[in-house]
């Protein structure tokens, strides 16, 4: 027994240096000298100040910008500081009844029924960047309305924003709401 | 269901196909003290951690030995780990100067990772400084790891010698298992991760002012380090609390690939390192055969009942096009999210990148059901060997009671001391799984964990213990596990799932060690073709499933049923 004490904790410690100090440690330095903006969260500035992650979804309210899918992030929804998903089961109550008010908030919105799943779903982070493009499509009239736009341009700039699969096979085809809120405003302009 | 999605899924397992050789054979040198590439880089470092640790490289250990030189090793790591856990406010790195964390929290989460569980009771990104996630988390991601491949190499040996008294030197396999194997690779994903878009920083988080106008805070810190080793060494503990869900933690459906590449990578490999060692290449093959047929059948079942939609919510307007999406990110869609729903649990990786508490009844009724199984597909690193390598062992015994033959693998003959440590350890599972299981669901202050009522509710909790017994790690996070009772009984069950299964199945090498090797007769039931896998994933199904039945059925089954009525708790 004590004769194993002594390989154990020297082990430990040792591991403990070499995994848990310098490995960590190495990855930041080599990451932060050649590759800075994705090591510190490939974040989005704008006239120098920093307006979001392009990897983070955003909270977006305003009729003047496209939503993004509902959160359960607390206490505010897209809150970056705790990712969290809903967890609720399909059989759920709560899961019904939340998903019966967003149908109605989308409704009252001018979004036309069947609503695209994500549009009234949360994601698994709670983060998702993303949208469906039928639920960007979706939104296309609402956002032409409220700024004043032909819904054409905004109709197009959806579909330029649109990133399909890569190699047309890998991942799903999909809208970054925060980049194409952001081509929205330069759109405006 | 698309054939874009069926397309995904194949491409995935292809690649792997393709490293199992080539890592496999690298294994099997490290695993036999061989020298490797690396050897002229880690070599003085390997040979001075031996003579810092007082280890004599030549002596061999006896199964007893070995066992209690494992069992010292993570009882050390996890009393360090506890301590480390419960005072970070007074250490340094703690940016966000969080507490320590309550003794039942830090005893569950200490066992949680020194198993190979990394169940999180914890919010990552809410609870942990840097130095827990770093000199803690990370260490033993690596230690846990190199732990389960060091006691399925000793297994290994105990078929590829004749007449031993010893299995190898645990310390010796450890170091090299961490040094040769887990530490390069890591190295090399964690800078893939890197330029994906995985975070890797020192700082803790940056506040964004959003286009109108709020604030939005964004956790950060050394992600793509962490990640690396949490999927190579199919530990699941995610920097976040969401796991490989959060896009810091898995950006992009490449990120994804790689994430599952990763966790499916070592566990193939070191069966057809088995292979190579025992001098039977074709065995190896055929125990990655038996794995893949059940892996992939479990994954195309996720897919097909996730892409069908919640139809109570088909029923209130909700287009059911894109499936399933409670829970779901939108870059991965159901495809992506199954294969991972898949692999994670038929590996004891226990990471996702979607919430299984939202998947549909016969969605989540897989990941439950894979982790049942044993954890075999191809299960933990070395884990999974070890498991896989039982239920071998007892479908010769079953094949042997058929035709009459004393059962017979790789030229050791499997008697009756074999067969009862392998049913000591099979059943160690069951007992853990479904006993917590009916104990928390007659409790009142279990049950009032639970996220969704009715048979959902069951889900969760059997799921809970189904991953805690398991050593897999992943959740279906209705359940409020951040209780006592639950860190205290989901600490047992890991405890039970590692150390009261392989000390049993280390008993077995033992004897299997000290028999003579034989060589095969015209008699022997050949265990490298095609018959001997079938009837091994029928041992898999019935011992390692059917006992599970019953309470699938009043949970999962119950809950798929109860949506087709329409009926929400």
Redesign the interface.
Known sequence: ?IN?????????V???A????A??L???G???AV?PA??????IEKDG?????A????????DR?FWP?PSATGPEP???????????????????ER??AD?TRLEAAGLA??????A?????????????P?FAEAQVARVAQARGLHLERVSDLVQTMTAQ??LG????P?VNV?EL??AL?ALAM | MTITGWLQISLLFLAVLLVVKPLGLYMARVSSGERTFLSPVLGRVESNLYRLAGIDTGREQSWRAYVTAMLIFSLVGFVALYALLRFQASLPLNPQSFTGMSPDLAFNTAISFVTNTNWQNYGGETTLSHLSQMVGLTVQNFLSAATGMALAVAFTRAFARSKAATLGNFWVDVTRATLYVLLPLSIIVALVFVAMGLPQTLDASVTATTLEGANQVISLGPVASQEAIKQLGTNGGGFFNVNAAHPFENPTAWSNYLNIFAMLSISAALVYAFGQMVGNRRQGWALISAMAVLLISGVAFIYWAEAQGNTILTAIGVDPSLGNMEGKEIRFGQAMTALYAGVTTGLSNGGVNGMHGSLTGLGGLVPMFLIQLGEVLPGGVGSGLYGMLVFALLSVFVAGLMVGRTPEFLGKKIEGREMKFAMLAVLVLPLAILGFTAVSAMLPLAVASIGTAGPHGLSEILYAYTSAAGNNGSAFGGLSGNTPWYNTTLGLAMLLGRFAYVVPVMAIAGSLAAKVKAPGSAGTFPTDGPLFVGLLIGIILILGGLQFFPALALGPIADHLAMLAGQSF
């Open positions: 027994m194993h004490l002594r390989p154990a904790i020297t082990l430990i040792a591991m403990t070499v995994t848990g100090i490995y960590p190495t990855i930041t080599i990451a932060q590759m994705q090591a510190n969260g490939s974040l100040a920093v307006i979001g992650s990897l983070i979804g955003q909270g977006f309210t305003s910008y899918r897209y809150n970056a500081s705790t990712s969290s998903g809903s967890s609720l089961g399909t059989t759920s109550i709560k899961l019904k998903v019966a149908v029924m069947p609503h695209p799943a994500d009234v779903t949360t994601s698994g982070s709670g983060l998702d960047p993303h949208v469906s039928a699969r890569e096979v890998i991942g799903e999909r925060l809120n952001l405003d």
